[in-house]
Nanobody
Framework: VQLQAFGGGLGQAGGYLRLPCTGS????????MGWYRQRPGKERELVAS???????YYVDSVKGRFTVSRGDARNTVTLRMDSLEPEDTAVYYC?????????????WGQGTLVTVSS
């Protein structure tokens, strides 16, 4: 089971970026998919997630600015980041939880760096 993250790069304050992520290697749907980030000097934190049942989570600092969605393609998740702030600069990690089958567990994509300039 693998997660492949895309996007990231350099954004401007007030602008937007998209972070798509695709999972593969499993017959089942991920129960939950989302994005974590680790800002310089801080611990990794959950930014946003969305379950198969539609339960959604956003950390307070991104509410109203970021949107997480599960794509039409199976096992994809996208984080749209609007109204970017320099404080959003971080390494972002795609995350997924597989709850069925013999590959049950938590999976991580490779980190992708987002840098927001003021």
């Amino acid at each position: 089971v693998q997660l492949q993250a895309f996007g990231g790069g350099l954004g401007q304050a007030g602008g937007y970026l998209r972070l798509p992520c695709t999972g593969s290697g499993t017959f089942f749907n991920f129960e939950n998919m989302g994005w974590y980030r680790q800002r310089p000097g801080k611990e990794r934190e959950l930014v946003a997630s969305l379950s198969l049942s539609g339960q959604m989570y956003y950390v307070d600092s991104v509410k109203g600015r970021f949107t997480v969605s599960r794509g039409d393609a199976r096992n994809t998740v996208t984080l749209r980041m609007d109204s970017l702030e320099p404080e959003d600069t971080a390494v972002y990690y795609c995350n997924a939880i597989l709850g069925r089958g013999n590959q049950k567990g938590t999976y991580w994509g490779q980190g992708t760096l987002v840098t927001v300039s003021s």
